[in-house]
């Protein structure tokens, strides 16, 4: 830990400074995010916001913990930025965390980060997201929902690995084959309706279903949602879906080949 009395300064030597724009630590540069940011500099001052940098130097260079952006755009403006040196050191990990706080970072952006940090569970789930997304559009965080299990299920949201993404304790609770294998069975559903098949509360379903009814029968389903199309409905509850799965499941099934889906898993 280190401190420092001389607390604030400004320089327009930018090369006292790790660059932002080749830092594993930062989102990719976006050019329109700099435009606007440069529009929007007072040309007296620049920003209300200063730069933080960390007390302690890393190969000589001041490395800045909050407001990457602003620098790049005061830097192309030939602006001084205005510096503040934090009172502690952030670890790398803290950086990540505290712009995901402040900022509007993506999921995906988060996850990215705390991978390049080699947070295992992360770069597991960057890894998982980029195989499915192959096969079909997916949010990181419907992934990461899967990941975790049931929506429902108690033990799950109450689990100590069942954290937020930013935090950057967030934990896998399946094992990577059982949300491959219910991922599967889910994806082939988009030849009816893309969004319902990889939509959070239809794979809670089916994953319940799987789970919990070894009756159930996924190419049955399937099968059924592509003779009965208007049948197959997003709903808003997992009450509701587990319904739909009842009655696409059955209908126009005798009697004796009807397997009713318990909604009460």
């Known amino acids: 830990?280190?401190?420092?009395?001389?607390?604030?300064?400004?320089t327009t030597d930018y090369n006292q400074f790790q660059n932002p724009e080749l830092e594993d630590l930062n989102r990719d540069v976006i050019e329109t995010n700099i435009k606007n940011l440069t529009s929007e500099a007072d040309p007296d001052f620049g920003f209300y916001s200063d730069i933080q940098?960390?007390?302690t130097k890393s190969k000589g260079k001041w490395?800045?913990?909050?407001?990457?952006?602003?620098?790049?755009?005061?830097?192309?403006?030939?602006?001084?930025?205005?510096?503040?040196?934090?009172?502690?050191?952030?670890?790398?990990r803290g950086i990540v965390k505290m712009n995901t706080i402040r900022k509007d970072w993506s999921a995906l952006?988060?996850?990215?980060?705390?991978?390049?940090?080699?947070?295992?569970d992360y770069v597991r789930l960057l890894k998982m997201h980029d195989e499915f997304n192959k096969k079909i559009k997916i949010s990181i965080n419907t992934v990461a929902i899967f990941c975790q299990g049931s929506l429902s299920v108690g033990k799950v949201?109450?689990?100590?690995?069942?954290?937020?993404?930013?935090?950057?304790?967030?934990?896998?609770v399946l094992a990577e084959s059982i949300v491959r294998k219910v991922?599967?069975?889910?994806?082939?559903?988009?030849?009816?309706?893309?969004?319902?098949?990889?939509?959070?509360?239809f794979v809670n379903c089916v994953h319940l279903l799987m789970h919990n009814d070894p009756e159930f029968n996924t190419t049955r389903l399937l099968n059924q949602a592509k003779t009965h199309p208007h049948l197959f409905?997003?709903?808003k509850t997992k009450v509701d879906t587990l319904r739909m799965i009842d009655h696409?499941?059955?209908?126009?099934?005798?009697?004796?080949?009807?397997?009713?889906?318990n909604i009460n898993l």
């Not at 990457?68 to 602006?79: D, E, P, S, T």
């Open 1 to 10: 830990m280190n401190t420092t009395q001389n607390r604030f300064f400004e």
């Open 53 to 55: 940098v960390n007390p």
């Open 63 to 92: 490395v800045i913990v909050d407001g990457q952006n602003r620098f790049v755009a005061l830097k192309r403006l030939g602006m001084k930025i205005p510096v503040i040196i934090g009172r502690v050191d952030v670890p790398p």
């Open 109 to 120: 952006d988060i996850v990215t980060m705390y991978a390049k940090l080699d947070v295992k």
């Open 157 to 172: 949201n109450n689990n100590t690995g069942a954290a937020d993404l930013r935090g950057g304790q967030w934990k896998f």
């Open 183 to 201: 991922f599967s069975k889910c994806v082939k559903f988009a030849e009816v309706d893309k969004d319902i098949a990889v939509s959070k509360r």
């Open 233 to 235: 409905l997003k709903e």
């Open 248 to 261: 696409l499941y059955n209908y126009k099934k005798k009697e004796s080949n009807r397997h009713h889906i």
